[in-house]
């Protein structure tokens, strides 16, 4: 039987909360343990029911999702962070990639994708919804600090850092998977950094995106 993932649900709109909780409900490997309406009352529920991940607004009353991500990093690290947000402003969304968030999903996009979403960062992954990304990753800019990199690697350590699978970063580059196996592994080996969390922050700290 396939382990469900333990979700909380944190949105100050009781319609947007009941809407998704609703729609998540359907899904066999989701099990929606608790909600909460702003980021205090989450990290008391979260003390509580011990979530996989914690699916957080941004904007809240009380605590709002940045605060609270920082304070979820500090007190249970091992937690999943994905932020539902209608902000899509570059230095809003840096800002939560540095306080410990795995993912970033406008409030635009579909239910199928939300659930992509989770399931990819409950998996160790990270994810960003297309206008997440558009705002990120516009342009990758040179680095001295990436001299050890080929340009073939650079575009896989973008598409590491975008949260795109392998088979999408072959179809993207067009090369195979085994291809971009290979420069995956390169790209850790060579920056010593060996998570997709890891990766993102090396591209903020050295400038590689615009």
């Given at each position: 039987m396939?382990?469900?993932t ?29 909600t ?6 989450a ?19 009380v605590?709002n ?22 902000h ?28 992509q ?18 705002a ?14 080929s ?37 850790k ?5 060996h ?6 922050k ?5 400038q590689?995106?615009?």
């Amino acid at each position: 039987m396939t382990k469900k993932t333990r979700i909380l649900l944190v949105d100050d709109h009781t319609l947007v909360l009941d809407g998704l909780q609703a729609r998540l409900e359907l899904e066999d490997n989701i099990d929606i343990i608790a909600t909460a309406a702003n980021g205090l009352e989450a990290l008391e529920k979260a003390r509580e029911t011990q979530p996989d991940l914690v699916l957080m607004d941004v904007s809240m009353p009380v605590l709002n999702g940045l605060e609270a991500t920082k304070r979820f990093k500090a007190e249970q690290p091992n937690v999943k962070i994905l932020m539902l947000s209608m902000h899509h402003d570059k230095e809003y969304i840096l800002s939560l990639i540095q306080s410990g968030a795995n993912g970033y999903v406008l409030k635009d996009v579909s239910s199928e994708e939300l659930v992509q979403a989770i399931n990819t960062v409950q998996q160790g992954g990270t994810y960003f919804s297309s206008g997440a990304s558009a705002a990120l990753f516009s342009q990758v800019i040179p680095s001295p600090q990436c001299d050890a990199l080929s340009k073939r690697e650079m575009a896989v350590l973008k598409a590491l850092a975008m949260g795109l699978s392998n088979k999408e970063m072959a179809q993207s580059l067009d090369i195979s998977v085994r291809t971009v196996e290979a420069h995956r592994q390169n790209v850790k080996n060579k920056l010593d950094i060996h998570t997709s969390a890891g990766l993102i922050k090396y591209a903020l700290a050295h400038q590689l995106i615009d």
